[in-house]
Nanobody
Framework: QVQLVESGGGLVQAGGSLTLSCATS????????MGWYRQAPGKQRELVAL???????NFADSVKGRFTISRDNAKNTVYLQMNSLKPEDTAVYYC????????????????WGQGTQVTVSS
């Protein structure tokens, strides 16, 4: 049973923008943190951005200043706005929910989405 439903991936040229959305149930949405990880071919899954219930955020250094994360509590949805995309941002992006908070490593995530492909062409 899919509990995190992602949308918004696709193909974009370098310098472009995409917005990812992740909708879930209330019981999952109120966990300590929700956000996004990504995995490129041949690489380990890595944290992209997490947001806590109280609004604190954590971003990977590689996306700081380009990506923003937000949450809509009325819709139980988290968003990742990606600007100034680079070819190295190409990966499968996974929505995640964690009881541990915004510093959760990938192996401690409680819930995963099915993943959505983001491809940035040069």
């Amino acid at each position: 049973q899919v509990q995190l439903v992602e949308s918004g991936g696709g193909l974009v040229q370098a310098g472009g923008s995409l917005t990812l959305s992740c909708a879930t149930s209330r019981s999952i949405f109120v966990l300590n943190a929700m956000g996004w990880y990504r995995q490129a071919p041949g690489k380990q899954r890595e944290l992209v951005a997490l947001i806590a219930n109280g609004g604190s955020t954590n971003f990977a250094d590689s996306v700081k200043g380009r990506f923003t994360i937000s949450r809509d509590n009325a819709k139980n949805t988290v968003y990742l706005q990606m600007n100034s995309l680079k070819p190295e941002d190409t990966a499968v992006y996974y929505c995640a929910a964690s009881r541990l908070g915004i510093w959760t490593p990938p192996n401690r995530v409680n819930y995963w989405g099915q993943g959505t492909q983001v491809t940035v062409s040069s």
